[in-house]
T-cell receptor
Framework: LAKTTQPISMDSYEGQEVNITCSHNNIATNDYITWYQQFPSQGPRFIIQGYKTKVTNEVASLFIPADRKSSTLSLPRVSLSDTAVYYCLVGAPGTASKLTFGTGTRLQVTL | DSGVTQTPKHLITATGQRVTLRCSPR?????VYWYQQSLDQGLQFLIQYYNGEERAKGNILERFSAQQFPDLHSELNLSSLELGDSALYFC?????????????FGEGSRLTVL
């Protein structure tokens, strides 16, 4: 399974765009990239998933370069409520049980 | 609201005791996953059930066991509890699409062992 590396923490001001990059150098051909958000004492929440190029939904965008060895979660105009831990996961269909959440990136948004 | 329901939300017990945590998956989801999250630790996968059958097992202790019932709800049994078992226990469910990693988590059950 592909190992992921992401920054331990990031700080941002409210209203800014935040980009969190995840490295997954040994991603396999059939692996997908999934991002989750977790608030303290709550279960993780699915944010976005992609395979290649760019995926956008109502809360975030996911940019995946052609070599797929990294991905960037982009949060537009963050607010205080976006303060959370963000996890990057890589895995293939049928391997959800093997996905490792790791320690994620702790995003702190301030005024 | 993810649609996954976990009970109880909080549980305080003593060492050596046994507890049961319950999870009701999203309507229609066949897979249930159990995770443990200790203080400042990442989410550790414990076990997965699919339509009543054990599908995958992670770092689950022998003192722990789980099952999924015909109505698809699941229970995680923790026995001979130790102080180190204090943690948040999350249940997640997924449908057919969940195999690519889209899991829906409950709010968790916080277990405190004194």
């Amino acid at each position: 399974l592909a190992k992921t590396t992401q920054p331990i923490s990031m700080d941002s001001y409210e209203g800014q765009e935040v980009n969190i990059t995840c490295s997954h150098n040994n991603i396999a051909t059939n692996d997908y990239i999934t991002w989750y958000q977790q608030f303290p004492s709550q279960g993780p929440r699915f944010i976005i998933q992609g395979y290649k190029t760019k995926v956008t939904n109502e809360v975030a965008s996911l940019f995946i370069p052609a070599d797929r060895k990294s991905s960037t979660l982009s949060l537009p105009r963050v607010s205080l409520s976006d303060t959370a831990v963000y996890y990057c996961l890589v895995g293939a269909p049928g391997t959800a049980s093997k996905l490792t959440f790791g320690t994620g990136t702790r995003l702190q948004v301030t005024l | 609201d993810s649609g996954v329901t976990q009970t109880p939300k909080h549980l305080i017990t003593a060492t050596g005791q046994r507890v049961t945590l319950r999870c009701s998956p999203r309507s229609g989801d066949l897979s249930v996953y159990w995770y443990q999250q200790s203080l400042d630790q990442g989410l550790q996968f414990l076990i997965q059930y699919y339509n009543g059958e054990e599908r995958a097992k992670g770092n689950i202790l022998e003192r722990f066991s789980a099952q999924q019932f015909p109505d698809l709800h699941s229970e995680l049994n923790l026995s001979s509890l130790e102080l180190g078992d204090s943690a948040l226990y999350f249940c997640a469910s997924s449908g057919l699409g969940g195999n690519t990693g889209e899991l829906f988590f409950g709010e968790g059950s916080r277990l405190t062992v004194l």
